[in-house]
């Protein structure tokens, strides 16, 4: 990135880049934002604010995320939302001020992966808004929620999700000891839209992740096997032949693991994996 200051700011600049702290590098970033300041030059200011979140500064952090979320492509959008969160869960008023009033959910539903991948969209608009309605971190620590909070939480997830994956509503059920066929369960999918959560998985939050996203996948794998048009548009984003459908309807439970569940669990994966790179160790 090409960073560009003035030659008469430099004997000011020098000392505050070489060895200043985080504030000092925030200021002279809203110095350049100043148009009777330093000259304004966003990539320059992003420079001096990444240096600034290096050094824990929380006002840094909170700018950073305003600057990626407002000058920078859709492939900064993690780490805007990465940097509102630490700069939140640090107690910045301004951070949680925007996570609670910028547009950031309409902004993830509009993401677009820099390949034109519609699969790789879907993992991280699932990523993205499972972090900002899911677990919300700055506003308490998901094992300190009451149960009627993490399922008011996960009820609004779901059907946005739903609406990002292009599939019809899905019933949800969350009832306690869950067993199929005999055996403790954490979900259950159906032929028939709905799925069953096993209630005390909520104490661990990332094992919730694992099963919601695992258990629509099944819901997506179901929609393919009925051959609708939305099914065939599905296999398409998936990239699931005709041949690896089949076995689906073939497949028997043993110890090697059938697609019947490795399809469902690439989805499962995918987004588990990608929230937990952004935001699993803020």
């Known amino acids: 990135?090409?960073?560009?200051?003035?030659?008469?700011?430099?004997?000011?600049?020098?000392?505050?880049?070489?060895?200043?702290?985080?504030?000092?590098?925030?200021?002279?970033?809203?110095?350049?934002?100043?148009?009777?300041?330093?000259?304004?030059?966003?990539?320059?200011?992003?420079?001096?604010?990444?240096?600034?979140?290096?050094?824990?500064?929380?006002?840094?952090?909170?700018?950073?995320?305003?600057?990626?979320?407002?000058?920078?492509?859709?492939?900064?959008?993690?780490?805007?939302?990465?940097?509102?969160?630490?700069?939140?869960?640090?107690?910045?008023?301004?951070?949680?001020?925007?996570?609670?009033?910028?547009?950031?959910?309409?902004?993830?539903?509009?993401?677009?992966?820099?390949?034109?991948?519609?699969?790789?969209?879907?993992?991280?608009?699932?990523?993205?808004?499972?972090?900002?309605?899911?677990?919300r971190v700055w506003e308490g620590e998901w094992n300190t929620l009451s149960f009627s909070i993490k399922e008011k939480r996960l009820r609004e997830l779901w059907n946005i999700v739903c609406q990002v994956l292009s599939i019809p509503e899905v019933n949800l059920e969350i009832i306690p000891n869950l067993s199929f066929e005999g055996r403790i369960v954490d979900g259950l999918a159906g032929w028939d839209n709905k799925i069953t959560l096993r209630k005390e998985i909520f104490e661990d939050l990332e094992r919730v992740i694992e099963v919601i996203y695992h258990e629509l996948g099944h819901i997506l794998t179901f929609e393919m096997m009925r051959g609708t048009s939305l099914g065939i548009k599905l296999k398409e984003i998936y990239g699931i032949s005709d041949e690896r459908m089949k076995s689906w309807r073939e497949g028997k439970m043993g110890y090697e693991v059938v697609t019947s569940e490795e399809d469902p669990d690439t989805l499962s994966y995918g987004v588990y994996t990608l929230w937990a790179s952004f935001f699993l160790n803020i």
């Open 1 to 135: 990135m090409k960073v560009i200051f003035k030659k008469s700011h430099l004997p000011y600049l020098k000392p505050t880049l070489k060895g200043g702290n985080g504030r000092d590098l925030w200021n002279v970033a809203r110095m350049m934002q100043d148009e009777n300041g330093l000259q304004h030059q966003v990539s320059s200011e992003i420079v001096l604010l990444q240096r600034g979140a290096e050094k824990e500064d929380v006002w840094s952090m909170c700018e950073l995320a305003r600057m990626y979320f407002t000058y920078c492509g859709d492939t900064f959008l993690p780490m805007a939302l990465r940097y509102w969160i630490k700069a939140a869960i640090r107690n910045d008023d301004g951070a949680k001020y925007d996570l609670n009033n910028a547009p950031i959910v309409n902004r993830i539903l509009s993401y677009h992966s820099f390949d034109n991948s519609p699969y790789k969209e879907i993992e991280m608009k699932c990523a993205l808004l499972t972090e900002f309605m899911l677990h």
